[in-house]
Each structure stands twice: as C-alpha cells, then as structure tokens.
C-alpha cells in the first residue's frame, strides 16, 4: 500500500512543471539574414506570442542560440549580429540564454541540468529549423523523460532537396511536426496551446 504522507514522501504527487524552450529565433533566420527561412517572420509573431503567455504565467523561460564553429559554416558565426536573438523574442533580465553548438539543444549545454535543477517535467517548443533542431531536441527530450508540446506553426524550416526532387518548405515543416506528433509530442497551432 502506497500513501501520501509525511513519512512516505515519495508517494505525494508533484504537480507538472512547465517550462518554454525558444530554439535559435536568431536574426540570421529573418529576411536579410544569411539563412533566411520561408515564414520567419510568421513563426517568429506567433513565438513571441506563446513567449508572452508564458511570462505572463511565470513560467521558466529558457533561450537557445546556435553559434557555428564547424569549418567552412557561413551562418551564425561568433560575434556576428545575425547569431544574435532576433528582437521579437528577445530575453529579459533572468531568462536563461543558452549556447549550443550542434542540432540537439540538449548536446553540450547545461539544458538539461537547468530544467532538472527546477523541477521541470514538460517542456513547450518553438523556433527555426522544425526539421533539424527542433526535431533532435524534442526527440532528445522525449527520451529524458519530458513530455513535450510544440507550437508547429511558431516553427520553421527551408525548402530541401534528395535523389532530385524538390520538397518545399511548408511540406518539409508540416512532414517533420506530423513525425513527432502523438509519440515525442503534442503539436498544436500557437494560437491553441495553453500554457
């Protein structure tokens, strides 16, 4: 028999802890930038709307910026404006500002250290490359025990190419949300997601 007491605290259910992770909404992604995504811009509205929600929530508030150090990279290069986090979501004072190198937000940064430090237990997703980092990252969450929501159109993605065929963006966007909805995640519209 299992009960909630002082004696046997491990059985007292916690209730979830929510935080927001914003992956790369970096000004290289915008119109003008060196990578510039297809619906940059849209994506980038509709994140700083759940970033809104979530900090009228007091929810965690975690930043992802990628900074390029493989040879030959041509975007998000250190010290470059366009490695700066585009000004629509921009952190204030305490929010956490994390620099990540590779895909996975989790891979070489203090991601996950910070979440557990406070208790977290489900995650919020938004950002650019759907197909690439916030794929790795949710599914990289998925696999440490987070349950994870994505904001699908708060995400973004380029147009790409294999064995000759052209796939377009929205196509490679919405094929890469439907892979990770029902199993790493929930993928909902922004406008939908509560927080």
């Known amino acids: ?59 965690p508030i975690i930043h992802i910026r990628h ?3 493989r040879p030959g990279s041509t975007f998000f290069l250190p010290g470059t404006e366009g490695a700066d986090i585009h000004p629509l979501v921009v952190p204030l004072p305490g929010e956490a500002v994390l620099t990540k190198h590779f895909p996975n937000s989790f891979r070489d940064t203090e991601l996950l250290d910070r979440l557990r430090a406070i208790g977290v237990t489900d995650l919020i ?38 064995g000759g065929m052209q796939v377009d963006a929205d196509t490679v966007r919405t094929a890469f949300l439907a892979a990770l909805n029902g199993v790493f995640a929930e993928v909902t519209n922004a406008a939908e997601l509560t927080v």
């Open 67 to 69: 900074e390029s150090i």
């Open 1 to 59: 028999m299992s009960s909630a007491s002082p004696s046997n605290p491990a059985a007292t259910p916690t209730a979830p802890v929510t935080a927001l992770v914003l992956v790369d909404i970096q000004r290289d992604y915008f119109p003008g930038g060196r990578m510039a995504l297809p619906d940059a811009d849209s994506a980038g509205r509709r994140a700083a709307d759940v970033l809104a929600r979530c900090r009228a929530a007091s929810m």
């Open 125 to 162: 997703v938004v950002g650019m490359m759907t197909h690439m980092c916030i794929d790795t990252t949710v599914r990289a969450a998925f696999d440490l025990g987070f349950r994870c929501r994505v904001a699908g159109d708060a995400t973004a993605s380029p147009a790409l190419a294999y």
